[in-house]
């Protein structure tokens, strides 16, 4: 019976050693592959832990020099910084103050570490009161369209604050600005913005295929960041929509981005290897607070072993396309490779 079969082909010949294996490895993931966010507050002395994040922080701004020079000697090239103001309003205008959270943390971050790459996410959701990621329409305001509904995402509008909020945020020193609120023209409206106040060399990451998910919810817990009506669906995506995701991408790099990102990762993998596929730009992914917690969770409970899914998820989001992972588990990641 068996002498009958053809067994020429033993795909198992390649997998028999560690040694091999090491050898033919396709995908690799270093800590260089990494980029770590982080919650900056305000005062000083404060690492406030997040429940829905564990091992995660709210950290003061004194406690980012320390933060950067930990992730630099990990072999972790930047961050993703995330601020929460002191002070909320309408039009969230700490983020365009050069005294408020975001500018700075990014100037304490790259005064300590002048090589770590900062990544400055540009969104309102956190500055606003309603929790919205720019300016509502809200009948009474200078901006009211009452062509548009109450309560609707004003996209023209919001791009001035995001314009502004930018060059402060250049002006501070961040070497990327993200904007994570996928507006229409958003990557347009920033580069102009940068280029006409000197900041030709300062980088845009567009946020280009973020889909309306709920796998972030703990992030807006930890960021404070949730909306106080509706949701986010007028201008995240749809998590149906692979080829809407596509368009996106096409048009953020029309418009100037330098990079690209696709988030969440590990339930949209088939959007970051099509994207792979559509740009030449550098694509990144964002593994999300969800995806982060969901394996923590598990871990805790005996489920699952916690090292070994996160590493595997990271290699899968690697193997995907994405040169680089925005992760919460960029720190423990880069000390397991190292062990
Ligand atoms: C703000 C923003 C969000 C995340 C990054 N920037 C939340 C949202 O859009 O509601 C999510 C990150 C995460 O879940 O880890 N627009
Ligand atoms: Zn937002």
């Not at 028999?16 to 900056?40: K, V």
């Not at 996928?182 to 973020?210: C, F, P």
């Amino acid at each position: 019976m068996i002498e009958s079969l053809d067994l020429r082909r033993r795909p198992r010949r390649l997998r028999s050693s560690p040694a091999l294996r090491q050898l033919l490895t396709e995908t690799r993931l270093t800590p260089g592959d990494l980029i770590y966010p982080l919650f900056a507050i305000h005062g000083a002395n404060q690492r406030r832990p997040l429940p829905s994040l564990p091992g995660q922080a709210q950290l003061s701004v004194d406690q980012l020099a320390a933060e950067a020079r930990e992730l630099r000697a990990l072999g972790i090239p930047g961050v993703l910084l995330f601020g929460i103001p002191a002070r909320k309003d309408d039009e969230g205008s700490e983020n365009h103050d050069p005294d408020g959270i975001a500018a700075r943390a990014i100037r304490e971050m790259k005064d300590a570490a002048p090589d770590l790459l900062v990544f400055s996410d540009l969104c309102f959701c956190s500055y606003t009161g309603h929790g919205h990621c720019g300016i509502i329409n809200r009948a009474g305001s200078v901006h009211y369209q009452p062509n548009l509904p109450e309560g609707y995402l004003l996209n023209d509008a919001s791009l001035e604050i995001l314009a502004r909020a930018a060059v402060v945020h250049a002006e501070a020193g961040a070497d990327f600005i993200a904007p994570s609120g996928m507006l229409d023209g958003m990557v347009a409206a920033i580069r102009q913005a940068l280029d006409s106040q000197g900041h030709s060399e300062t980088g845009i990451l567009s946020y280009a295929a973020k889909f309306a998910s709920g796998f972030y919810g703990p992030f807006q817990h930890a960021a404070d960041s949730a909306p106080d009506f509706g949701d986010r669906r007028s201008h995240q995506l749809p998590p149906a929509n692979r080829r809407e995701a596509m368009l996106e991408l096409e048009i953020d790099e029309a418009e100037g981005a330098d990079m690209l990102m696709v988030k969440p990762a590990l339930a949209y993998l088939d959007v970051l290897a099509a994207a792979r596929s559509q740009t030449r730009l550098p694509l990144a992914a964002y593994q999300v607070s969800g995806e982060y917690a969901m394996l923590h969770a598990a871990a805790a409970n005996g489920w699952l072993d916690l090292r070994r899914t996160a590493l595997e998820s990271l290699i899968a989001i690697r193997r995907a396309g994405a040169d680089f992972v925005l992760s919460y588990f960029a720190k423990d990641a880069a000390r397991w490779l190292g062990e």
